[in-house]
């Protein structure tokens, strides 16, 4: 890994479901946004087939961690 590419593993994490609400975001350690997805946006990211979900009944945030960084690197947002 040369050292212009981004350390994944650095990355945070913020996931969270309530009723009809939804939030997925990846974010740099300096608090900057990789991206963040809401409610219909994260309907259509996963119908789409461009990001995929968890295969677990209640996935905690870190269970995320591979899908968004996949998802951010399919949109060129990491390098």
Known sequence: ??????????????????????HLALSRPDGSLVFELRDEQVDEAIEDGFLTSPRHPRPRDE???????????YCGLLT
């Open 1 to 22: 890994m040369s050292t212009a590419q981004t350390n994944t593993a650095t990355l945070e994490v913020s996931v969270w479901f309530e009723r009809d609400r939804k």
């Open 63 to 73: 269970d995320w961690r591979e899908h968004l960084v996949g998802y951010a690197r």
